[in-house]
């Protein structure tokens, strides 16, 4: 079982709609990590939250926190075709363990 | 920033051959690195937590003789994986952490693209 959800698994949108992928789960985290990936890459840190109900903006990209630090959504604004990739979030429990979402394969077409 | 260099970035192998991975972080210490396991368009799975001077502890299902982890300095663990199949080709990745500590980051290598013939 995974622990944390990520939805969608797959999304192809067109250049400049807006798009969000959720990160979903029933256990509390200490903080929560946003990587994106491109083929042929390791992922890359977007951001990094800790407090409950944080908002964090990255240019086109806003990350959120939930009150109860259970979940994250991560908002891009006018998608471009430079955002496609791999989008991953990571939530850290006590003792400074990992644990990866399912992923969210984005595909923006010009 | 801290970078974290895995060579080689792609293998080739014949079945029943092993291969190793490098995973050095260039200008930090790490005294804990990560093994992952990458299929296409899907998420990370961690095979191993690799410990500088001790031994590797391995994820449940996964194989430490057939994926042998050696961290024998701070900056440097390998993972060699022994009497490859074709069912081991995979992208496989390593991260590392500047510090311990709630939040750190995760700082990861390109990955290794190994095809098993």
């Known amino acids: 079982t995974q622990l944390l959800e990520q939805s969608p698994q797959f999304l192809s949108i067109q250049e400049g709609e807006n798009l969000t992928v959720y990160c979903n789960s029933s256990?509390?985290?200490?903080?929560l990590q946003w990587y994106r990936q491109e083929p042929g890459e390791g992922p890359v840190l977007l951001v990094t939250v800790v407090t409950g109900g944080e908002v964090k903006k990255l240019k086109r990209l806003t990350f959120q926190f939930g009150d109860a630090r259970k979940d994250s959504s991560l908002h891009i604004t006018a998608a471009q075709p430079g955002d496609t990739g791999l989008y991953l979030c990571?939530?850290?429990?006590?003792?400074?363990?990992?644990?990866f979402g399912t992923g969210t394969s984005l595909t923006v077409i010009p | 920033g801290a970078v974290v260099s895995q060579h080689p970035s792609w293998v080739i192998c014949k079945s029943g051959t092993s291969v190793k991975i490098e995973c050095r972080s260039l200008?930090?210490?790490?005294?804990?690195m990560f093994w992952y396991r990458q299929f296409p368009k899907q998420s990370l799975m961690l095979m191993a937590t690799?410990?500088?001077?001790?031994?590797?502890?391995?994820e449940q299902g996964v194989e430490k003789d057939k994926f042998l982890i050696n961290h024998a300095s701070l900056t440097l663990s390998t993972l060699t994986v022994t009497s490859a199949h074709p069912e081991d080709s995979s992208f496989y990745i390593c991260?590392?952490?500047?510090?311990?500590?709630?939040?750190?980051?995760?700082?990861f290598g390109n990955g290794t693209r190994l095809t098993v013939t």
């Open positions: 991260s590392a952490r500047v510090r311990p500590g709630m939040g750190s980051p995760l700082h």
């Open positions: 200008d930090f210490q790490a005294t804990t």
């Open positions: 690799s410990n500088e001077g001790s031994k590797a502890t391995y």
């Open positions: 256990s509390v985290f200490s903080s």
């Open positions: 990571a939530g850290v429990v006590i003792g400074n363990q990992f644990y």
